[in-house]
């Protein structure tokens, strides 16, 4: 009995401290058999207490008096399935007749509480079914990226999401996007995620880094073309809107619209056409809006205005010539000028990392959800890399990119390099990378010192 009492508490201690040390060695041990019977046991009734339920229909009443029984209680929906992941537990409910998917997603903060689990979101994947994943534990304190991913082309894996889940930037599906967040929020973390993702894959990459390149620079050799100055983005965003001319005439030449031509053979943007034809997809990062927007004379308004121009065109026209935008910044409102809202109106996809003031949220998440403005203002200062991310739709959710030093990213980018297309149309802007430095230079051989 003595020794069957020790290995109790060494059990005891060790489950312990991986809760405490890590709580996602701890769940793959313990927690997900425990939180699997508390669900299954507590399931009645925590639904019943929830709200969850409905009362037995009219016929069974019926029945039960009838055959003289006891009157049937209350059903809650059905458990189709229940899914232990590496994060948490994921359940596949069937709706009862008068049930609704907004009755779970309300009641997911009451059913976490229940359950002991750390978070519960819902989404329904068809009438009548309703998918709960639940989190064991903070996934974002720690961030650790699952070794598979569902990569595609123009698909990347960046963050993780509140609920266990991968977060991908997928270009096919939103196009554009907007990512803002104050200084030392993340957005350089999350940007060099993206460069990560995409440094493997066939696609051109093209930077535009008025922070005189200190950002994208150190991963010139994965650019097809760098800018680091208003003057060169403006000539380099104009020769891209050139491009996109060029292939949309690329594409009315090989549409070849007939009666015997099959409807799904009829091209309408790039991946359409035959792949020994199809163009080389870019995406396009702006990692400073506001200095392209920003302007002191007249001469630098009209640059500004040029670029704007350009901006707005590539954002409108762009995606079926295989040209995607991701803009960065601090702030993205209408005090940067006109045609900044008709921009903003292009970029489907918006995260917000942490902001400093409720209107910088609301310039992100104003006109598609409340409470995506209200989760972003809460996101603390010492959890960096944390954002609030949503679409058109409505949707939104907490994300936060793995952390990936300026190192890690330069590294990825060299290694791949080889995949850097040459795009004749922006070839005067291809990086003279043979003349990057590789080593640190003194201070005091760049400038003089000061007394």
Same mark, same amino acid.
């Given at each position: 009995m003595t020794a069957f009492t020790v290995v109790v508490v060494l059990v005891v201690a060790a489950a312990g401290l991986l809760r405490w040390r890590?709580?996602?060695?701890?769940?793959?041990?313990?927690?997900?058999?425990?939180?699997? @019977?508390?669900? @299954?046991?507590?399931?009645?009734?925590?639904?019943?207490?929830?709200?969850l339920t409905v009362p037995p229909s009219r016929w069974r009443l019926a029945l039960a008096r009838v055959a003289n029984r006891d009157v049937p209680q209350s059903r809650p929906p059905r458990i189709l399935r229940i899914r232990p992941t590496r994060t948490g537990l994921v359940l596949r409910l069937g709706l009862r007749p008068g049930q609704d998917a907004f009755d779970v997603a309300a009641a997911s903060d009451r059913l976490r509480h229940s359950f002991g689990l750390y978070g519960v979101t819902s989404r329904e994947l068809r009438s009548g079914v309703v998918e709960v994943r639940m989190t064991g534990y903070d996934v974002l304190k720690r961030v650790q990226m699952p070794a598979g991913t569902d990569t595609r082309p123009m698909r990347v894996p960046v963050a993780l999401r509140e609920d266990g889940s991968v977060h991908y930037r997928d270009y096919r599906a939103v196009p554009h996007g907007l990512t803002l967040g104050a200084t030392e929020s993340g957005k350089s973390v999350y940007q060099r995620n993206l460069v990560a993702g995409f440094a493997p894959l066939d696609v051109a990459l093209v930077g535009i880094d008025c922070k005189q390149g200190v950002e994208l620079f150190p991963l010139a050799r994965r650019f097809s073309a760098l800018a680091d100055n208003p003057d060169t983005a403006l000539a380099l965003l104009e020769a891209l809107v050139a491009h996109m001319e060029d292939v949309y005439q690329l594409i009315r030449a090989e549409q070849r619209i007939t009666v015997?031509?099959?409807?799904?053979?009829?091209?309408?943007?790039?991946?359409? @056409?035959?792949?020994?034809?199809r163009p080389v997809p870019i995406v396009v990062l702006v990692d400073e809006v506001a200095e392209l927007a920003l302007f002191a004379t007249k001469e630098d308004?009209?640059?500004?205005?040029?670029?704007?121009?350009?901006?707005?065109? @590539?954002?409108?026209?762009?995606?079926?010539?295989?040209?995607?935008?991701?803009?960065?910044g601090q702030r993205f409102g209408s005090e940067l000028g006109k045609g900044i809202t008709m921009l903003r109106a292009q970029l489907t996809g918006r995260t917000a990392h942490r902001v400093n003031d409720e209107s910088s949220a609301s310039m992100a998440f104003g006109d598609i959800s409340p409470d995506a403005v209200l989760?972003?203002?809460?996101?603390?200062?010492?959890?960096?890399?944390?954002a609030v991310t949503g679409d058109s739709s409505g949707g939104w959710t907490r994300i936060r990119a793995p952390h990936t030093s300026l190192r890690e990213a330069v590294n990825i980018c060299n290694k791949h390099a080889e995949r850097?297309?040459?795009l004749p149309a922006l070839a005067a802007f291809r990086p003279a990378v043979a003349l990057l430095p590789s080593a640190r230079v003194p201070l005091s051989k760049t400038a003089p010192a000061t007394v």
């Open positions: 890590r709580p996602a060695w701890y769940w793959l041990t313990f927690g997900v058999a425990l939180a699997t @019977l508390r669900v @299954l046991v507590r399931y009645s009734s925590v639904m019943d207490a929830c709200g015997d031509v099959p409807d799904i053979e009829i091209a309408a943007d790039i991946f359409d @056409l035959p792949a020994d034809l308004e009209k640059r500004r205005d040029r670029i704007i121009t350009a901006l707005v065109r @590539l954002a409108q026209l762009g995606r079926a010539a295989g040209i995607y935008l991701e803009i960065c989760a972003a203002i809460q996101i603390p200062t010492e959890t960096p890399g944390i850097t297309p040459d």
